[in-house]
């Protein structure tokens, strides 16, 4: 995965009393830090970000406002932390799907498209914040602006690579070709989740979106 800014949320040492070892210290603050995040995924589900507040945030974490600062600047780093947290594991199998990619091109491509529709289906509260909270906070499109580079640079070697072997025509640029297929990912996604019209049902959107990947790198649905 490319190299993205993220919010800062690296915690000052412990104080704690005189007898007390760093190490519980430091698993004492991982924690709380989880479950602020476990906090704001919750509240999430039943709220928009707007209407979280730094002190249901501490409240659902057993922490004070002026403990909350001690792990993270602003709600809105949370929020980030969360989606940050989900393209991790998102990246996590697309990865290893990628680097397999010639053995079964059509299985390996729709491994890579279930990692990530599995990921964000699975905390879609938390991936519909994201797309709240980017029209209104530069660090969230700056971020998910890395997000999105990422997955178009993977994909655009990939597609190079299947070139480079003789099992894709070329064709379209290897990086517009990219851009277009991530995008197009993208909108179905949210799209699907939310529930708009018009959208395809969320049962049916990797078998719509599969052969329209294959179709445009190899210009078929069955490559070899």
Do not use: C
Request: proline share 4%; glycine share 8%; hydrophobic share 45%.
């Amino acid at each position: 995965m490319g190299t993205r800014t993220t919010t800062d949320t690296t915690r000052a040492p412990g104080s704690g009393a005189a007898g007390r070892s760093r190490r519980a210290t430091r698993v004492s603050g991982e924690e709380r830090e989880s479950a602020i995040l476990a906090t704001a995924e919750r509240l999430l589900e039943e709220r928009s970000p707007q209407q979280i507040s730094v002190d249901d945030l501490a409240r659902g974490a057993g922490i004070s406002r002026p403990s909350f600062y001690f792990y993270f600047p602003s709600k809105e780093a949370v929020f980030l932390s969360l989606i940050d947290r989900l393209v991790e594991q998102a990246d996590a199998g697309r990865a290893a799907v990628l680097e397999h990619l010639a053995e079964d091109p059509a299985a390996r491509w729709r491994e890579g498209l279930e990692s990530i529709f599995g990921v964000f289906g699975a905390h879609r509260a938390v991936a519909l914040a994201g797309a709240e909270i980017r029209a209104v906070n530069a660090e969230a499109r700056e971020l998910w602006s890395g997000v999105m580079e990422s997955w178009v640079a993977d994909t655009a070697l990939a597609i190079e690579a299947e070139r480079a072997r003789g099992a894709a025509p070329d064709g379209v640029p290897a990086r517009e070709l990219a851009v277009a297929l991530v995008s197009m990912n993208e909108r179905v996604l949210y799209a699907s989740f939310t529930g708009e019209a018009p959208a395809l049902a969320e049962d049916r959107a990797l078998d719509v979106l599969l052969p329209i990947w294959l179709n445009a790198i190899y210009g078929t649905t069955a490559p070899s």
